[in-house]
């Protein structure tokens, strides 16, 4: 991922070339080409030296697609460091979660959103992200191109 004043540029390279020479940029032609290219065309605007543009709006999160990405990453790295589901839900919704009986836990609105996040952090915890980077597959709220 390179940093732009545009935003952050996520391109996966492979590089067995030297800097300077030219080389081949392979593009994957399926439904999702045309984000694809205007990825590629914004990584060679960014190695020209110009600012890269905008992000293609189909890889642009809302605010609380934003958010929601957070909470699973937190959720899978708890839940990877072997901390109890409990803690980490009062981690992201504050601390008064350890103090509902099992019932109260069970029946709130936090237990039905955290084992919804805990659900998607599966897909991170998995090996997902791999998928991602490469855009075959699908994690939380958006599509990876």
């Not at 390179?2 to 032609?29: C, E, K, M, N, Y």
Request: with cysteine; charged share 20%; aromatic share 6%.
């Amino acid at each position: 991922m390179l940093d732009s004043a545009a935003g952050p540029l996520r391109i996966v390279i492979v590089v067995d070339r030297q800097p300077d020479a030219p080389g081949t940029w392979f593009v994957i032609d399926d439904g999702h080409l045309p984000t694809r290219l205007a990825c590629v065309a914004r990584l060679g605007r960014l190695l020209a030296g110009q600012t890269p543009g905008p992000l293609p709006s189909t890889l642009r999160l809302s605010s609380q697609q934003k958010l929601r990405q957070i909470r699973i990453l937190c959720i899978a790295e708890g839940r990877r460091m072997g901390v109890a589901t409990r803690r980490i839900a009062a981690g992201l919704y504050g601390e008064r979660i350890l103090h509902l009986s099992r019932n109260e836990w069970r029946a709130s609105s936090w237990h039905r959103a955290f084992y919804r996040d805990l659900d998607a952090a599966g897909f991170y915890l998995n090996g997902g992200h791999i998928a991602l980077l490469q855009g075959l597959k699908q994690g939380g709220d958006i599509l990876a191109a």
